[in-house]
């Protein structure tokens, strides 16, 4: 039987994973929105707390818990824990070679130390799964319950995930975390040379406007100081 949950530990050097723990259908409640401005709003408080706050919040997080996830704070103030992650994955993702496990609809249960950012969150699940596209095509939300609405807030790479966690509680149903690609542009099908060379295309053309304006608006002000020269000339 496997333990039914993944292992991302700070000192560790690889990921070790287990197993995912249920697939489901997602069924969101109310209207799906993004919110940056959360997002940004996330960052200014997120603030340092101080071992004494870190200890009461802990202490209050695990006898809220239900699941027996709970989270153990070390002597040296950091803490480790369980965040759970949905995948929404919209497309095949690219394997090393060997057919990867359906991710798309899993919940991903990983332990996890409060040091440990987005970055290396996403990092472990796409290892999981055995994907080989770069980290930075995909982004970690967080999907927050208020009220009738649901928020989708993208979190930054530096950000701490079993932070929010510990703030928010373990009930999943006030916050969640979803991971997804980003969304696709346009300039995505084009390599690093390509788009390179297109802002110095996008340089020239613009300096070649800027000297025409220039020209253009030359030649006015000299029609001009010819008509002036003309209605002040002594008759």
């Known amino acids: 039987m496997s333990s039914g949950y993944s ?14 723990t249920s697939f ?18 996330e960052k200014e408080t997120h603030n340092y707390l101080s071992k004494e706050e870190i200890k009461e919040k802990v202490h209050k997080y695990n006898l809220a818990v239900t699941d027996k996830l709970k989270m153990t704070l070390n002597s040296n103030g950091i803490y480790t824990g369980f965040i759970k992650v949905q995948m929404e994955l919209c497309k095949p993702s690219q394997t090393a070679g060997k057919p990867a ?19 290396e969150v996403i990092e472990a699940l796409l290892k999981k799964f055995l994907v080989t596209e770069s980290p930075t ?7 927050c319950h208020r009220e009738d609405q649901v928020y989708a807030c993208k979190l930054s790479d530096r950000e701490h995930p079993l ?46 406007q800027l000297q025409n304006l220039k020209e253009r608006y030359a030649a006015y002000r000299h029609k001009l100081e010819e008509a002036l020269s003309q209605v002040w000339k002594p008759g």
């Not at 991302?8 to 287990?18: G, N, P, R």
């Not at 542009?185 to 110095?200: C, D, I, K, T």
Request: net charge negative.
């Open 7 to 20: 292992s991302l530990e700070e000192d560790s050097e690889d990921f070790f994973f287990t197993a995912r």
């Open 24 to 41: 489901f259908r997602r069924a969101p409640q109310g209207k799906l929105r993004t919110g940056q401005q959360d997002v940004e709003k």
């Open 101 to 119: 496990p359906s991710s798309n609809g899993c919940m991903n249960t990983l332990h996890i130390s409060s040091t440990n950012t987005v970055g």
């Open 137 to 143: 095509k995909f982004a970690l939300y967080k999907r």
């Open 163 to 208: 932070y929010l966690r510990l703030v928010a509680g373990p009930r999943t149903d006030t916050l969640s975390f979803v991971l997804r690609e980003h969304e696709i542009g346009e300039w995505e099908a084009f390599s690093l040379p390509e788009l390179q060379n297109f802002l110095r295309i996008l340089d020239k053309e613009e300096e070649e």
